[in-house]
């Protein structure tokens, strides 16, 4: 069983910078893909970023390409998602998930495909 625990978020002006970790649990960190999705409200939950075991790969929804960083640190057991120049679209209830044996290099942007799910976190963008 692999618990994630998500912390950050919160309230933060248009234009601004926030950053969300995600805590996972399991002596195989280093070996799950994992990603970070969210769901705005009346919305369905949507693929924001994924990044391979190594953390050699990374992949980006076109919304949040070149604004968001996806990182990860194995000796930690945490991921990052860096969010700077927040748009009023970027708020949602964010999610980071973690997909088991995942094969190296390869990320991953369905939800079916990943195995474990945090609780989420909102993030709220003022004007």
């Known amino acids: 069983q692999v618990q994630l625990v998500e912390s950050g978020g919160g309230l933060v002006q248009a234009g601004g910078s926030l950053r969300l970790s995600c805590a996972a649990s399991?002596?195989?960190?280093?070996?799950?893909?994992l990603g970070w999705f969210r769901q705005a409200p009346g919305k369905d939950r949507e693929f924001v970023a994924s990044i391979s075991t190594s953390g050699g790969s990374t992949l980006y929804t076109d919304s949040v390409n070149g604004r968001f960083t996806i990182s990860r640190d194995n000796a930690k057991n945490v991921v990052y998602l860096q969010k700077n120049s927040l748009k009023h679209e970027d708020a949602a209830v964010y999610y980071c998930?973690?997909?088991?044996?995942?094969?190296?290099?390869?990320?991953?942007?369905?939800?079916?495909?990943?195995?474990?799910w945090g609780q989420g976190r909102q993030v709220t963008v003022s004007s």
């Open positions: 399991g002596r195989t960190f280093s070996s799950y893909a």
């Open positions: 998930a973690a997909k088991i044996y995942a094969r190296n290099s390869e990320v991953y942007t369905r939800e079916h495909k990943y195995d474990y």
